[in-house]
């Protein structure tokens, strides 16, 4: 297993797109997780899946965002509409439900540039 | 929600010298975890510490938990040290699965 693999690794995209970005979690992984980092600042959640489910959601998760993770095993990101406030990272992790630290891994994560 | 502090914003060194970087939070944790960014973005687990001390090489780590903050200590740094350094705590039973970040210290390391 190679870790959290994130796709793409940058994306530029005009004001007003659609995107979509994709993660595959580590296989055993059974909780996957979405942050957004924007420059200077520590990653900040936005949602979390147990399998299947979409259990957590943070305010920062307008409508415009939508994720899914349909088979329980990738996921992915849509943004609908981008706006230029949208330009961040967004990192990927995955972890398991129990054990002492969970095994949380990070991907590379997804740069997104908003033009 | 809780709240998570790190001291200090940005630490420049010489290469060879030692450093503390310190988290301070607000609420008792579940866990905490220290993250190393690196100049490319990959977020590297350094320790898991919800209390107590762990030694890593040339890295090590104390959370005192009834305190409420954690400790990094570098010693020995060397360029490739360079990056952001995250703390990053858990409290499942009042805020949920996700991690809370703090905003992080950015250390470069001089040749």
């Known amino acids: 297993d190679t870790g959290v693999s994130q796709d793409p690794r940058h994306k530029i995209t005009k004001r007003g797109q659609n995107v979509t970005f994709r993660c595959d979690p580590i296989?055993?992984?059974?909780?996957l997780y979405w942050y957004r980092q924007t420059l200077g600042q520590g990653p900040e959640f936005l949602t979390y899946?147990?399998?299947?489910?979409?259990?957590?959601k943070s305010r920062l998760l307008s409508d415009r965002f939508s994720a899914e993770r349909p088979k329980g095993s990738f996921s992915t990101l849509e943004i609908q509409r981008t706006e230029q406030g949208d330009s961040a990272m967004y990192l990927c992790?995955?972890?398991?439900?129990?054990?002492?630290?969970?095994?949380?891994?990070f991907g590379s994560g997804t740069r997104l540039t908003v033009v | 929600g809780i709240q998570v502090e790190q001291s200090p914003p940005d630490l420049i060194l010489q290469e060879g010298a030692n450093s503390t970087l310190r988290c301070n939070f607000s609420?008792?944790?579940?866990?905490l975890q220290w993250f190393h960014q690196n100049p490319w973005g990959q977020l590297i687990n350094l320790f898991y510490?919800?209390?107590g001390t762990k030694q890593n090489g040339r890295l090590s780590a104390t959370t005192v938990a009834t305190e409420r903050y954690s400790l990094l200590y570098i010693s020995s740094s060397q360029t490739t040290d360079s990056g952001v350094y995250f703390c990053a705590v858990l409290n499942m039973n009042n805020y949920g699965q996700n991690f809370v970040f703090g905003p992080g210290t950015r250390l470069s390391v001089l040749p």
């Open positions: 296989s055993e992984h059974n909780r």
């Open positions: 992790a995955s972890s398991l439900a129990t054990g002492r630290n969970y095994g949380y891994t």
């Open positions: 609420d008792s944790v579940n866990n």
């Open positions: 510490i919800p209390s």
């Open positions: 899946f147990q399998n299947e489910a979409q259990l957590e």
